[in-house]
């Protein structure tokens, strides 16, 4: 099971130290997202995950941290400045302003009209001046990908590192996009981290035997890449390669492959990561000296401010004409190129569960049946009286509309009908649209929240790699100095070795359902005969399972089992 819907994921956010909204004390800022105490913890294990699996388990590949402003000509060159754009649509009923190809069959998608202006262009780069005065020469831009900076220092790499082809720069950093539909939560915003390979290639011409091909090379890495979200807990159900269609894809790219991940709610199927091929284009674009040839087959201009050209010498290259040894060009590239702050996202997505972790008795959940019962009567009554409402065509606007009503009661009848394995679903519908009008809903809704508090629990089950907390350690008794004192130095024996916390601020079990929610793998409770025996209750997240483990072993059983 994942998220039902983003905004359960959203409300954990904030309730938990996650993510917040950003400058939230002067109204926020739109779109824009600080990442809190548990929040960082997981973005920099996720970028841990990626850098670790792209950079230190390969024999080919570098790792690299280029700067966010850059010359403008990078811009130009690379395309950016006349084509980063989207085509927009202002609606002249709803006034919202609308992605060209986001129109619902050439409906504004907001209010369904077609009263729309024409398509314009907008540049998604956030401009900015570099020193004191503001003028056009000293324009420059805040990055809006990472891919830029490998390109630039593609030559400082490969001489620096003595590489040969093929090998590859990693680089996770910060990117920016003045982004016209930003939107749901994390998932696209103005200002967002990406981590992005360009993997440098010979091109078909220059293959020796037994050499992969750039297409068996792109297929490779979209399967690697595939592979890192599962292995991290991704479910292949909900993760998918999407090859993009002819018409989608850039003129320079050979192909492109999307991985797409499931989020819940109208997000559905969305981009994580694209892995594209893109020939040699971007090389080609920032080199001087370039055949008037390839210009014409790469559709670019000559570029007149390069100081380099952006080639390579191959030494093992043998003509197979004339037997000449070496040959000079420019590589090929793969990129795959994926959001860090959008893989938190699906993380947390996929990691969040709502469980039933206990069964009430019958007579716990008569106040909630009987309201449920109630509820429905009175739906029942409010759908008569909106439908003669409606037939005298007096329908209020603030009234709730029959169709609402019956989805609220279908909702509420399966739920009746399953408690309490619905219990969870009892907030679901009473959340839905019109609801906030039956009064009767807000006590269905307090009896289920009752039993929700004692018997479900909400658990992140994060792979142990990503999750933000470790170990967490509880004494069973806070005022038994004995326990307490053993509990915080176990807690300090383990620390730095793993992220470890120390709680006592509550009951066991509640300490328990609090780092469920946060996804810490491991709890150590240190109870009575701690003190004799020397051993503390592993409880494993994930399970409940609970075994005794001695204190001298417990460093190696939890590092072992955090892998
Ligand atoms: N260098 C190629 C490139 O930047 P892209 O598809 O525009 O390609 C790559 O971006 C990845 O960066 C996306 O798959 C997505 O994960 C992430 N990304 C792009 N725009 C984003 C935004 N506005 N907010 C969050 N992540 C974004």
Redesign the pocket.
Known sequence: MAAPSMERVVSLCKRRGFIFANSEIYGGIASTWDYGPLGVELKNNVMRAWWSSVVYERDDMEGLDAAILMNRLVWRYSGHEATFSDPLVDCRECKSRQRADHLKDGKCPNCGSSNLTEPRNFNLMFKTTVGPVESEENVAYLRP?T?QGIFANFANVQQAMRRKLPFGVAQIGKAF?N?IT?GNFT???RE?E?M?IEYFCKPPKYLQPGEKNDVKLHEEWVEQRFNWYVALGIAPERLRKRAQTPEELAHYAKATVDIEYLFPGSLSWS????VANRQDYDLTAHSKEVSDEDLARLRLQKNADSTTKLDYFDDQYVDPETGKKGARYIPYVI?P???A??ATLAFLCEAYNEELVGEPKEEELAPLRSGLAAARKNIDKKIAEAEKAAAKGELKADMPTVAQLRAINEALASCEAELPQSLLAVEDACDLPGADRVELLKKVRQAAAKLCDEYTRVVLKLHPRLAPIKVAVFPLKKNEPRIVEMAKRIKRDLQPAVRVVYDDSAGIGKLYRRQDEIGTPFCVTVDFQSLEDDTVTVRDRDSMLQERVAISQLESYLTQRLK
């Open positions: 990908e891919a996009r982004e930003p998932f696209r915003t967002f990406q992005e981009e994580l990561e694209g990129e190129s994926a959001g702050t959008r």
